[in-house]
């Protein structure tokens, strides 16, 4: 019997676990499967953790959730085909959750059968090699301290790549009087209350982390860009300046000639894609970006096409896409999708790479990976599911946030799934201080 071996039980390991379960149910015969994560339970970096540096057994934390997240897109963009809002939560709920209500769903459909059962929690990968016939992973038992050998026949690497930290140094750091930290650790934003925080980064961490910062009362939140500002109409109390050039005692000092006293500097700097258990030649190199190279339809590695990559771009879409990627995923391994000759391959890998070097701006990203994942989704038997809503109400709220980055979260939008709206939620966003999900959930009478 194939033998199929998962590493990581994140949203996408879970997609991974449920393309198997819907094929079983039609019928069809599937592979021995084993799912490997490092941490306790399942749920990838939406299982929120307190801890930051190492566990309990030594190993780095994975996770980089913090309080307070809440949805920064639409659910309706993200909402799996198979399983909708208003099935989980029984009604339709508004359209920016906070990340105990995704996790609840992101759970609800697993839950349901007996996937649990596949995964080894508290265990990490810590070698794969290919042998020329098979692969042979080994795999820690944390708990107990015990390292296993097993052999399979196909590998999905499904192990986030928003975990390991690119943390860069800036002159004056050592000297720096206040505390240094990546998001990565970034836990609570209560932590800053009446300080002056500094935040390097232009993306969608240093936004949030930003904004999170001036909603739970820092005293002043400076951004400083690298190469583009993000440019919001940052709210008073918040501004964006250019790129850090030093520290100095406990003064940021910028290039563009702006001095902040800070009492922390909040790295947001971004993640690497960080493969250390596996052997060079099946490593994925790359950058954050739309269309890593080497990956045909975005998921098979290209020198060798039983190592399935999952989730490894940088993401617009996320949980309906990794889906797509992991019912095609299991069509190959389950011998339904041939993988064509080597030269095709290569054309395929080529006309999407240099598709995304022309990408010039947000909407012309959107359309991108709308067009990939709507391609993924002709190939398999991924139900129903309207991307063309989800590609238009992408580029809405990428509107709605240049309109007024602390009102976008107030919006609503309709189901790609269901058709439902999502109804406004009881508290503005920038008021809702308690992101528990039964406020979240409890609508009080109008
Ligand atoms: C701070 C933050 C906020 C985000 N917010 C949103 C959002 O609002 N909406 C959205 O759609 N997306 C968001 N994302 C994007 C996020 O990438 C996806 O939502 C999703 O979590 C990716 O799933 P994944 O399974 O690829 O990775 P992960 O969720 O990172 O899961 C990977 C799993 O692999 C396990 N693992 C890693 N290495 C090993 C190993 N060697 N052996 C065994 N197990 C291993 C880990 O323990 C982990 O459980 C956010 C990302 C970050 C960092
Ligand atoms: N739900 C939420 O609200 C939420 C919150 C946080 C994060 N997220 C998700 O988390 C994921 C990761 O986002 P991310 O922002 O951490 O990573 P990212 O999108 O990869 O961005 C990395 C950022 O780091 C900057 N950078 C890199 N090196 C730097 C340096 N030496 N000095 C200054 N800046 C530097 C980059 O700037 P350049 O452009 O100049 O290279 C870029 O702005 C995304 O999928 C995002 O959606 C979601």
């Keep these: 019997m194939t033998k199929v071996a998962i590493i990581g039980a994140g949203p996408c390991g879970l997609s991974a ?43 780095p934390v994975p996770n980089s959730m913090y309080r307070y997240l809440w949805s920064n897109g639409p659910k309706e963009c993200l909402e799996f085909a198979d399983y909708s809002f208003d099935e989980h939560f029984g009604k339709p709920i508004p359209s920016f959750p906070p990340r105990e209500v995704l996790y609840d769903y992101i759970l609800g459909r697993v839950k349901k059968g007996n996937l649990k059962d596949k995964i080894k929690f508290r265990t990490s990968v810590t070698n794969v090699i290919y042998n020329g016939n098979n692969f042979e992973v080994t795999y820690r038992d944390k708990k107990n301290d015990k390292s296993s050998t097993d052999i399979f026949d196909y590998v999905v690497v499904a192990n986030g790549h928003f975990s390991v930290p690119f943390i860069p140094e800036y002159p004056g750091m050592k000297a720096f009087p206040g505390r240094i930290l990546h998001s990565h650790d970034f836990r609570d934003a209560e932590e800053f209350k009446d300080k002056n925080v500094v935040v390097l980064g232009s993306s969608y961490s240093a936004e949030d982390v930003a904004l999170q910062c001036h909603k739970y009362g820092a005293k002043s939140v400076t951004i400083a860009y690298r190469h583009n500002p993000m440019g919001f109409k940052w709210p008073k109390g918040m501004k964006e300046v250019f790129h850090l050039d030093r520290l100095e005692g406990n003064k940021a000092i910028f290039k563009d000639g702006h001095v902040q006293e800070t009492d922390a500097v909040i790295l947001c700097t971004g993640y690497l894609h960080h493969f250390p258990f596996l052997s060079e030649d099946l490593k994925l190199k790359t950058g954050n970006r739309l269309y890593p190279p080497k990956l045909y339809k975005g998921v098979v590695w290209q020198n060798n096409h039983k190592l399935i990559y999952l989730g490894m771009q940088d993401q617009f879409h996320t949980f309906n896409m990794f889906d797509c990627q992991a019912w095609f995923a299991r069509d190959v391994i389950m011998g339904k999708i041939k993988v064509p000759d080597s030269s095709k391959i290569e054309k395929d890998i080529n006309k999407w790479v240099s598709m995304e070097e022309k990408l010039e701006n947000a909407d012309q990203m959107i359309d991108f990976q709308t067009e990939y994942t709507k391609e993924l989704h002709t190939l398999s038997d991924y139900p129903k599911i309207d991307f063309e809503l989800i590609r238009k109400t992408f580029k809405e709220w990428e509107h709605h946030k240049v309109e007024n980055i602390m009102t976008y979260r107030n919006k609503s939008f ?26 979240f959930l409890d609508q009080p009478k109008r």
């Design 17 to 59: 676990l449920r393309s198997f379960e819907q094929a079983e149910k039609k019928g069809e015969k599937i592979p021995e499967i084993v799912c490997f994560d490092k941490q306790e339970d399942w749920g990838g970096l939406w299982n929120y953790s307190w801890r930051t540096g190492s566990d309990q057994y030594g190993d």
């Design 414 to 439: 309709s189901s790609p799934v269901t058709g439902s709206v999502g109804p406004k939620h009881h508290t503005d966003w920038e008021t809702a201080m308690d992101d528990s999900l039964k406020t």
